[in-house]
């Protein structure tokens, strides 16, 4: 039984990784999850350069505003980027008329030019010229800086001192008290940090599901089309058949899932040893920043048990997916009926990893913490979860637990059922086979 088992799971595995179309798939994934990682370094490749500054030129008229706007272009940079960095702009003034900036401009292509100039009403006057249209964050921190600049003109013709000055712009002194003691500001902060990123770590996981159900379905329908099942069948039971399915399905797909981490560390790897730029400045020290306020929060000495728990819940769950996806497939004979059963799977997945990207909005309720406990979800909603500290370690057990409990379920009365729909060739009346082998399961 165990050689017939071990055969069935090689011969399946063959199919699926000793091919040219898994091959070619895994190279093109490769390429283009190291060329994302490494973006900016492919395009200065074809002649962009994502480090080469904006430059932008100052005829001031005022003879009072150019030093004003380049501070507080300056300011409004280091704002948006989080921390203080080289700027991405290149300030000049330049010296001659209207025209012959135009001229300049429409010849180098991408260059801004700013005018400045006493309005009676207004104060300033300011007129941005380009060749083409203005990057949105260039043209919106431009005109912010510029009615800074404005701002400060008018605080200065008021004759407001440097300390009155000081005192008006100035942050606030916030002082921020959590009577929790359990909780912490480092903490808060992580709810709005892995509400974002949590959902995208989970989304190979997501889709190696859709594939994991989508695979078994073909591989099962494949056999029943060609007649080969009742050649399988003949030589080994149905069990056995089952049995090697599940198998062979997860460990594709915990291999392609392998794969896809190892590409993406061979992506890292090329972008530190090649030393690429930062697409957005301060997107390098902005994750940075992430991963120090992770390790350094509650969250980071939890990651310990939260890993290894989340892992085997995803493995668990991969599981429920294959065991599921045979038993529906067992039912149909085409891959249209197939696709019909598995809408339903792939909704039930579908608001699982929604409700994951949601999961702080519904902080305290209930419904969500219900919605945790429950299979095929589970894997995708729980770890999330509990990150944002909505449950505890014991819930996510919990899940596990019901988990493993489903599995046992599908296993017992799936089996059944996949005895009954393997060398069923008949396509009409799909639901009610399905409930006919139901049926006939509970006599038995």
Do not use: C
């Not at 074809?46 to 003879?63: H, L, S």
């Not at 008021?158 to 009155?164: C, G, H």
């Not at 005895?419 to 409930?435: C, P």
Request: aromatic share 8%; hydrophobic share 45%; net charge negative.
């Amino acid at each position: 039984m165990r050689n017939k088992l071990n055969y069935l799971i090689g011969v399946s595995l063959k199919r699926k990784m000793k091919t040219k179309w898994f091959l070619i798939a895994n190279i093109i994934l490769a390429i283009l999850i190291v060329g994302v990682i490494n973006i900016d370094s492919v395009i200065n490749f074809f002649g962009g350069d994502f480090n080469e500054k904006q430059k932008i030129y100052i005829i001031d008229n005022t003879n009072e505003t150019y030093n004003l706007f380049e501070n507080q272009l300056l300011t409004y940079e280091i704002s948006l980027n989080g921390s203080e960095s080289e700027s991405s702009y290149e300030i000049t003034a330049y010296e001659d008329g209207v025209d012959e900036v135009k001229e300049l401009i429409s010849e180098e292509g991408n260059e801004i030019a700013l005018i400045f100039d006493t309005d009676e009403d207004n104060l300033l006057k300011a007129t941005v010229i380009s060749d083409g249209y203005i990057d949105t964050i260039d043209y919106q921190l431009i005109v912010s800086a510029i009615n800074s600049a404005k701002t400060v003109l008018a605080l200065n013709n008021l004759q407001i001192t440097e300390e009155e000055y000081n005192q008006i712009y100035s942050s606030a002194n916030i002082e921020r008290v959590i009577l929790d003691e359990t909780k912490t500001g480092e903490d808060e902060d992580m709810n709005t940090i892995m509400s974002t990123v949590f959902p995208v770590v989970i989304l190979p996981f997501f889709m190696l599901t859709i594939f994991l159900v989508q695979m078994i379905g073909a591989e099962v329908n494949d056999e029943k089309t060609t007649k080969g099942m009742e050649i399988i069948i003949s030589n080994v039971s149905p069990k056995t058949h089952f049995s090697a399915k599940v198998i062979a399905g997860n460990i594709f797909v915990l291999s392609q899932g392998a794969l896809l981490l190892i590409f993406s560390i061979v992506g890292l790897l090329i972008r530190r040893l090649s030393g690429g730029s930062n697409i957005i400045n301060g997107v390098g020290d902005e994750v940075s920043s992430v991963i120090s306020d992770i390790m350094n929060s509650s969250i980071g000495s939890q990651l310990i048990y939260i890993i290894p728990l989340t892992l085997l819940l995803m493995i668990l769950t991969f599981v429920s997916y294959s065991l599921l996806a045979g038993i529906l497939a067992s039912m149909t004979t085409t891959i249209e009926d197939f696709q019909q059963l598995q809408t339903p799977i792939m909704i039930i997945s579908l608001i699982g990893y929604y409700l994951s990207m949601m999961a702080g909005l519904f902080k305290g309720a209930i419904i969500i913490r219900v919605l945790s406990y429950i299979p095929l979800i589970s894997a995708i909603l729980s770890p999330s979860l509990l990150v944002l500290g909505q449950i505890g370690v014991i819930d996510v057990i919990l899940s596990i637990m019901i988990t493993i409990g489903f599995n046992y379920l599908l296993i017992k009365y799936g089996l059944k059922i996949y005895k009954v729909g393997i060398l069923n060739y008949s396509s009409s009346g799909l639901w009610k086979k399905m409930f006919k082998a139901i049926k006939s399961k509970e006599n038995q």
